[in-house]
């Protein structure tokens, strides 16, 4: 099973959705596909791209206008301008991930054919040097694919249908406009998501297969070490030599697999996390004021449930893209920790260059994983994330408090 067909379907849905303008072609006399280019899907990419640009442009001087009618019409409203503000600038962030998304799925597809080209040149380098079972590895993939978009599926879902209905009950709200500029671009956003998750885990499960080579390569030695034989003992140094060989060409391949990842997905991962980050901000500062002005009615408590569970799918978002490619970057680490438990022979001077060769090699290519150059995509980002958070919920909180200060102090006088 090729790694483009097992995931067929995920770059089908991603075809509809702009994020994937290759067309899958059955290669002749095989069961792999091959990536064609088509102008239609280009075509159908730039031209979705164009008209959600205009409509962003044509939303920010719309919803600006219509921000401070509703401001000066409503000066005695319980709901502050701030929370207005913060609202307005999470739908712009929510529009401009979306379009980074699209531009960059456009921009880099070349750097996506390479990424699967070389994927495919590692798969053929385990099958032939190492002897993995390559098609076993591809269909763990796509089930472990499947079982993450149904659960990923399943959240957005249960979040969306809430946070719709709490929007439904609103009379201020329109439903096919919230559709629109808010739920579409969101779940495109999301399909990202699921595309950055999928090549990272494709990333990591060749690492597991590089660690599970030296642990057999360990055990062999082990299992050989009470043998006399002049003869065996070289052919197995000979194996382990040609196996570990192997192991670091992998590595090297994998570590510029890695670099293409970034290229393909590094300005998505800064934009979606920044929209995260607004998002759970934003919401945060809604959950805030709804505290404070809730009459206990049942209207209100459905709004802050509405407000905690939006928030639910960016912070699941954060915690799955920190968690992932912080465990994918310690493989490397793993490497290195069981590159030293093999056994060195003091009279073997090439079997002991070529365990330090590949241990600096381990030392100096280490595997991390982008934001376009911004930051490092790891465990660090929530730390990050958590208290950026609190720090400009404290501002939005204190602007609030003046706010209420000064229209109670206008109001009196």
Known sequence: MDTLRALEPLHRVCQVCNLWPWRLAPQPDTEGILLRRTRWLEL?????LTAASGFTAYGLFQESSDQEKSQGEEESST???IGHTVDFIQLVGLRVAHLAALLEALWQRQAQREFF???????????KALRVDVNGVRLHMRRQTMRRAVWMMWGYAVSQTLMLGAKLLDQSHRFPVYWICYLLPLLVCGLRYFQIFTATQIVRQRLDVL???LQQLQLQQKSQAGDDGLEERADVEQAAMERLLAVRLVYQRVWALVALLNRCYGLSMLMQVGNDFLAITSNCYWMFLNFRQSAASPFDILQIVASAVWSAPHLGNVLVLSLLCDRTAQCATRLALCLHQVSVDLRNESHNALITQFSLQLLHQRLHFSAAGFFNVDCTLLYTIVGATTTY???LIQFHMSETSMGG????G
């Open 44 to 48: 159908y990419g730039w031209t979705v």
């Open 211 to 213: 660690l599970e080579a």
């Open 393 to 395: 919920l404290i501002i």
């Open 79 to 81: 709901i502050s301008s």
């Open 409 to 412: 102090g206008s109001s009196g």
């Open 117 to 127: 080209v070389e994927l495919g040149e590692i798969d053929h380098q385990l099958s």
